[in-house]
């Protein structure tokens, strides 16, 4: 009898437990129907994006090198002649004129050594008068008056040597030109050859020197165009080619190519070092998106394309992507989109694949940003 007790108690608490459980399961299914039914009403969340067309150019692969701004005209300026300085400007920064004295040394012994001379080629010339008029009576022979006449030529070279030395101890600007760091003062003795400063000529025009590879270099001719970009530019300056070296360095089989950029108002500075792209073959079709468009992704580079759905709604849907150069505050294209497709631009971080937009600003055909609104599907 115990244990047939035992036994309908055992069956009875299955019994209980099983219908509570089966209450709890239908309890949270009506939970769950009820929840899906709210949400099925409820307008998917939207997010603010902005969009824009991708755009057709053309466009060519391009090399990248480090170059050197050179002044046309750029000289270090020494004295041929050692001596005392008497005059000197040479202040930094300056520019000069063609034909400005730069620096002047003593020549007050080459001037008394002029004015003697002076006087001997002045007799010179009076014997020489003198000689001739007595030939012309057969006073005088043939030889006395060569004789006069080389002392008179000796005394005039002379002069002209003594002047070439008075001008060779005056330093004078060759061109127009920026004056550099000096440090020169009136009484200094310099030595033969002493380094005075440097002059970097002011011209309408630089030139930039820089290297690239042995195989780029061969694709390169006179007046081609290549881009210039330095420190503290916000856009490239253009330049062309105007010589490319004949000789390939054996050490790195590299080539130094020269590119003159017109205008040096808006130029760097000379010595400065610059960016230079160098474009490579031939011009193709390609298309440009704002380079906020660009996502990575574990396939690579990708955008956000909006595209209508079968209803009619547009989405975004991911589009894997072979990108190129900057043009700009534009990225280049070469693979992947076409031009006329519309991409997510501000905002694209926040779109996943197949998020429904909402068009809220329509951005006009070939080119231009519109806002649209983004909703989780």
Known sequence: RMNRRSW??????????????????????????????????????MESVTVAFAREVEHRHSATSIGTVLALRSITLRNELPGTVRYVSLTPGQIVDTGMVLVALDVSVEEAELKAQEAQAA?????????NNLSHDRATTQEEVDRARADRDIALAQIARTKAIIARKTIRAPFRARVGMADL??????????????LQGIDDAVHV????????AAGLREGDSVDISASGQSSP????????????????????????????????????????RVPIGLLRKAVAVPASAMRK?????????????????????????????????????????????????????????????????????????????????
């Open 8 to 45: 309908i108690g055992s069956f009875l608490l299955l019994v209980a437990v099983v219908s509570v459980g089966v209450g709890l399961a239908a309890w949270k299914y009506t939970s769950i129907q009820a929840t899906v039914a709210a949400s099925a009403n409820q307008p998917e969340p």
């Open 123 to 131: 007799l010179a010339r009076t014997v020489l008068d003198r000689r």
């Open 185 to 198: 003062h009136l009484g200094q003795y310099l030595n033969e050859g002493t380094e005075l400063t440097t």
């Open 209 to 216: 020197d820089f290297t690239v590879a042995q195989q780029v």
């Open 237 to 276: 300056i253009a330049a062309r080619i105007v010589a490319v070296d004949a000789r390939i360095d054996p050490t790195t089989r590299n080539a130094t190519v020269r590119a003159r950029i017109e205008g040096a108002a808006n130029a760097p500075s000379p010595g400065s070092s610059v960016r230079v």
């Open 297 to 377: 992704g574990p396939g690579g580079d990708q955008v956000f394309v909006i595209e209508p759905d079968k209803n009619g709604k547009p989405r975004a849907h991911v589009r894997q992507v072979e990108s190129g150069a900057m043009l700009g505050d534009e990225v280049v294209i070469h693979a992947g989109l076409s031009a006329g497709e519309r991409v997510a631009v501000s905002g694209s971080f926040k779109l996943r694949e197949a998020a429904l937009v909402a068009i809220a600003g329509s951005p006009e055909d070939g080119g231009g940003s519109g806002q649209v609104i983004v909703g989780e599907r």
